[in-house]
DNA sequence: TCAAAAGTGTTGCTAGTACACCCATGT
DNA sequence: ACATGGGTGTACTAGCAACACTTTTGA
């Protein structure tokens, strides 16, 4: 881990993610807990070096933390609250913890560098949930799958730039087909339909549901899934590309 | 003109504001004519005070163009390509051009510092055209009102950046109602329905586009419009708030 | 009375919703 | 056979497009 080198990055601006994946008929978010602070919960982020783009920072940040490269990432919004960050209630809290944490790598320079103030350029992407090994960062205790229902009070403006991404994911949804990147390569039509609950927090109507979806066009059917139930097996899907 | 204080502001970060009017069955975007260097056209921009949130900074720049307040501005994307400014073939004559015309605002640090790398934020905004009185800003011989048909090519990634405000601008229109802004408080069906085809470059029929608009119940009928013209006289409309 | 264009009405299509029904599967 | 859930079909509705028609205005 060597030391960090703030002139290789672009001062006072940052990208956010919200990685989204699916998992129990719930929607879920993976956040990460600060081994600084107690009860300290962050978006996994980072900064933009003066080589890349925006869009490939984000590619990176996201291949650090799932080691996955491919995935479907969507700018969303940038977020530029003067006081996002420099009039947090953590501020002091991350502040103090580098200091104790990250002495090697963020000498005090660096850590007024990181705490002051940031604009942020906020990324969702979708990942099948099952794929993803998450790789803690530096100054990370661990990460964690979490319900988008229940996710605990995060530093600075997280929960907004959770909500605003949960918005952009729900009005994308229909218009891009993108939601079958949160599932297995194979699926039911009960799964995807559970997957749309999850993301709308509604209820569909299983037949009218499969009219839509059959309607779109996008779905090869490829067998039948015989899990032992005593009812009818269900047909296995899987996205054209 | 005081000098350009660096301090003040985020560095590497700028805003572009798509200005977007309705004139002559056209939509329009207004653009400025640099002082410096032949032909040289870019969007009003600006820089974000340290002190100001990015979409204040946008409504600031916004202000300081248009002389209007409470204009309706989006933010829509961020673009963020390393090489948007310091691989643009414009680079070099803009900084030529802020040499031999600014020397007293822009000292060569300040000169490096403005021509370094830079993401944008891009917001758009919808003028009632006849409202506004474009000032020019520093270093910009004029403001020009240009169908967004007919753009010429303009610094860096300008057109670009009009091209994603017009797709942005499109996806809106329905959902949000923002069209109004673009034309004066009262207006005719026959005038709303030719913003639309400006701005989808599409033509509607009348009797279908009418029923559809009305049938948003935002509409307020007020009066008739006799133009002398010998035939039926249209009905005027304002937007309810 | 006529031309121009505003405004309204009618019909048919399509997409979405609600309902009902049949089918496959394992006990 | 039967309970369970998968899958399909039909009727109803709302919203949109295409057509035809009437009304207003000033020459």
């Known amino acids: 881990m060597g030391e960090f080198r703030k002139e290789d990055y672009i001062a006072q601006l940052s990208i956010d993610c919200v990685i989204f994946g699916y998992n129990n008929n719930e929607l879920k978010v993976l956040i990460s807990k600060l081994s600084y602070g107690e009860d300290l919960w962050s978006l996994p ?13 984000a590619s990176r940040i996201l291949m650090e933390r799932t080691g996955l490269d491919n995935i479907y990432l969507e700018q969303f919004r940038a977020f530029g609250s003067p006081d996002r960050i420099i009039g947090s209630e953590y501020r002091e809290v991350v502040r103090a913890g580098l ?7 963020f000498d005090d320079e660096a850590i007024d560098w990181v705490t002051s103030r940031f604009v942020c350029i906020g990324y969702y992407a979708l990942v099948d949930l099952n794929k993803v090994d998450p790789k803690i960062g530096e100054f990370e205790e661990f990460l964690k799958w979490v319900s988008i229902e229940d996710l605990p009070n ?9 909500e605003e991404a949960h918005k952009s994911l729900r009005q994308n949804l ?14 039911t039509m009960r799964e995807i339909k559970e ?9 569909f109507p299983m037949n009218n549901f499969q009219k839509k979806i059959l309607g779109l066009d996008v779905l090869e059917r490829l067998g039948k899934k015989y899990t032992g139930a005593q009812n009818r097996a269900p047909y296995i899907y899987k996205f054209k590309k």
């Open 45 to 57: 982020g980072g900064f933009i070096l003066q080589t890349e783009s925006i869009d490939q920072a």
């Open 99 to 105: 200091r104790d944490f990250a002495a090697k790598k």
């Open 154 to 162: 995060m530093t600075h403006d997280h929960n907004e730039i959770v």
């Open 174 to 187: 229909d218009e891009k087909l993108i939601g079958f990147n949160l599932l297995p390569e194979e699926f």
């Open 195 to 203: 997957l749309y609950e999850a993301i709308y927090d509604k209820e």
